[in-house]
């Protein structure tokens, strides 16, 4: 075997593990046997068109969806409340309401309520915590600011602060460059970069920019309804897969907008 | 002291005015930030039923009535949350529901030894010492469960999606505030009026939105409308002999107004 980044990925914990899992709306399958297995310290990356199931597979893995058949584990238990400390989330779509009384520091405070526990309440360090948060994405002058009156790309900054600044052992994050400029998203790469060498963080990220994944994630698949793992023959250690999706001879795959297995069904091309 | 006072039963409306507008103000934070205010409807009309068994039953219609309000509070909150019906048509069955059943425990009992019509639309005569005691100990009972978990109820009310993600018990926390939301209905029911309560559920907080967009000014704010309304509303139905729920929930409007006019100057 060829010595990469994800050498012995064996040997590290495994965060996230789907095991056949499936999942329909309406009668309709959403996911198809999706076999997934995502590592202490790296990132990986989710492409596919939309409507191809990416969010749906986050909300398999957060526990917010139950899959109709097929087993999921968190930090090797089922998803559930306990879990749910150590995970980092940005969703792809905030429901929140612009005109919530809330500063961007309170925001970003949230992040922190749940290990906080109940009967607890943020004091002058959590403050500080989330401060150093929001400078990491140079966020830190808007702090006192009304969430509400930010632009969509700072309230991103802020979400994806919000995500980060409880220590998370894994990140969920789904589209997190939407509306972001390119100088912030190089910048939020590198920090993910960075979580991952220095604290062995893992993330699972989707995203629509290809370029952007397959220069920053250290695996990618593509999510289809069904998940095809694309890259060097090395990074897809899970043979039996690569079998079922490609056929006993499988060929190296270089993922680009033209990926036939995933996008054949699909007019868009990113 | 001024004359309105030498009554004991000013004394206590005013007592009972002042405890229900720093707990109304409070939930009404929350009732207008998660747009609550329908259910608030529902679950004050709801206390009629519970008012009206009470009667019947010959026992207090403040415990028929919390029965009643928690109930049908947690099983909107619950049906809501099946997601095969929206809440706002639960809070329609279950409204209708609990007004029918109160018209039918009506109908049943022989004699009419409680006010409905003072329960329905506030009267001020009616507070008693011991509704006194009972607004003190249930409206702290509110206030201070809202204390404990303001920090929860705040992240739900914001993002519901990423506190529940986060480990907050979101589900929990659902039912934990439609029931402070049912407690505080019934223990203002007696003054503000059954009809009537909903408005203060919604005012104090909408009107201080207007004014703030900064959470502990909002609180702030939303106590200081309820305490001019309640009080205010007092004083004038006192002297011009006007119903006293009706003038308390006026005069909130009238501040409402008020500030919805200035913040629309100040854009
Ligand atoms: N709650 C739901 N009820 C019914 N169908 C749903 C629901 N959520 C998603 N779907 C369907 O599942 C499919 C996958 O949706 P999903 O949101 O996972 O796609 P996606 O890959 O995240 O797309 P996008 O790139 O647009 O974000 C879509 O066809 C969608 O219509
Ligand atoms: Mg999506």
Known sequence: MKTTAQETPSKRPVYVELDDVWVAYDGKWILKSIILQCYAGEIFGIVGPNGGGKTTLLNVILGLVRPAKGRVKLFDQPPGTNSRLDIGY??????????????????????????????????????????????????????TRPFGILSGGQQQRVNIARALVSK??????????????????????????KLRDEQGISVVMVSHDIGMMTSHADRVACLNTQLHYHGEPDSCFIPDVQEKVYGKDMKVMVHDSKCVTCFHRHEDHD | MIEIFRFEFMQNAFMAGMMLSLVLAVVSFFVVLRRLSFIGVGVAHSAFGGVALGALLGISPTLTAIGFAVAVANAIGYIGKQGKLSTDTAIGIFFSLAMALGVIFIGMSEQYNVDLFGYLFGNILAITRTD????????????????????????????????????????????????????????????????????????????????????????????????????????????????????????????????????????
């Open chain 1, 90 to 143: 940005l969703p792809q779509i905030s429901r929140a309401d612009r005109s919530f009384p809330v500063t961007v520091l309170d925001v970003v405070m949230m992040g922190l309520y749940s290990k906080l526990g109940f009967f607890n309440r943020p004091d002058r360090q959590s403050k500080e915590i989330a401060m150093n948060q929001l400078s990491q994405v140079h966020m830190e002058d808007y702090a």
């Open chain 1, 168 to 193: 998370p052992k894994l990140l969920i994050l789904d589209e997190p460059s939407t509306g972001v400029d390119s100088v912030a998203q190089e910048d939020f790469y590198e920090l993910l970069a």
């Open chain 2, 132 to 267: 006194l005691v009972i607004i003190a100990v249930l409206g702290t009972l509110v206030l201070a469960s809202i204390f404990i978990f303001f920090k929860e109820l705040l992240f739900v009310a914001y993002d519901r999606e990423v506190a529940l993600v986060s480990g907050m018990p979101v589900t929990f926390l659902d039912h934990f505030f439609l029931t402070i939301l049912a407690l505080a209905v019934v223990i203002s029911m007696k003054i503000i009026g059954i009809v009537l309560v909903s408005a203060l559920l919604v005012i104090p907080g909408a009107a201080a939105a207007q004014i703030t967009r900064r959470y502990v000014s909002m609180i702030a704010v939303a106590v200081v409308v309820a305490l001019i309304s309640t009080i205010g509303g007092l004083f004038i139905s006192y002297y011009a002999d006007l119903a006293s729920g009706a003038t308390i929930v006026t005069l909130a409007s009238a501040i409402f107004f008020i500030t919805f006019a200035a913040s629309q100057i100040r854009k």
